[in-house]
T-cell receptor, first 113, second 117 residues
Framework: NAGVMQNPRHLVRRRGQEARLRCSPM?????VYWYRQLPEEGLKFMVY????????ESGMPKERFSAEFPKEGPSILRIQQVVRGDSAAYFC???????????FGQGTRLTVV | AQKVTQAQTEISVVEKEDVTLDCVYE???????LFWYKQPPSGELVFLIR??????QNEISGRYSWNFQKSTSSFNFTITASQVVDSAVYFC??????????????FGQGTILTVHP
């Protein structure tokens, strides 16, 4: 059973470009969580999705950030018009449902230049 | 709201020493889960343990042990006979079982552990 797959592992974007981060959950997992780790900071929750639904987006910035988890395909975290402050490691975690153990991907390290 | 505090920002030890990483949590929920994750220099997050709020039994796994005390809202992590490979950032985290917070992890700030040879 493959683990949570995130790609790309490293992403470099110029200011103003769009960043698209992908997360394929573990097989059988229908719950996905995105977290952001800013330099010198801990991990902060961004958004919680189930298939085709956003359950909790309380940690996501109101502008420029969006997330989706379509019926088919990976979950996508999209950052429009990136700024230097978006440079961080973005982690995705998945769980099979009514359990609380989430398995993390290896993260995507976004660098905005 | 939930909160996790790891008061130790950095700890430095010499190999073979024992080291304890502290974690204190706050929640009003009666059902919750506590976690420890390890983040080695390579950057991935490695799951170490999960405990639920109804199980205060301490756990030992090899050189790792965890002490959960509800009375002090603490979930401390001890590494016995530390090794250089234990060098990493360690995160304590909390999740509750209710509502839209289900499964959402609240992390502490992390403790950077450096084990010197």
């Amino acid at each position: 059973n493959a683990g949570v797959m995130q790609n790309p592992r490293h992403l470099v974007r110029r200011r103003g470009q769009e960043a698209r981060l992908r997360c394929s959950p573990m097989k059988g997992h229908s719950h996905v969580y995105w977290y952001r780790q800013l330099p010198e900071e801990g991990l902060k929750f961004m958004v919680y999705l189930q298939k085709e639904n956003i359950i909790d987006e309380s940690g996501m910035p109101k502008e420029r950030f969006s997330a989706e988890f379509p019926k088919e395909g990976p979950s996508i975290l999209r950052i429009q018009q990136v700024v230097r402050g978006d440079s961080a490691a973005y982690f995705c975690a998945s769980s099979p449902g009514r359990v609380t153990e989430a398995f993390f991907g290896q993260g995507t390290r976004l660098t905005v230049v | 709201a939930q909160k996790v505090t790891q008061a130790q920002t950095e700890i430095s030890v010499v190999e073979k020493e024992d080291v304890t990483l502290d974690c204190v949590y706050e929640t009003r929920d009666t059902t919750y889960y506590l976690f420890w994750y390890k983040q080695p220099p390579s950057g991935e997050l490695v799951f170490l343990i999960r405990r639920n709020s109804f199980d205060e039994q301490n756990e030992i796994s090899g050189r790792y042990s965890w002490n959960f005390q509800k009375s002090t809202s603490s979930f401390n992590f001890t590494i016995t006979a530390s090794q250089v490979v234990d060098s990493a950032v360690y995160f304590c985290a909390l999740s509750v079982s209710g509502g839209t917070s289900y499964g959402k992890l609240t992390f502490g700030q992390g403790t950077i552990l450096t084990v010197h040879p």
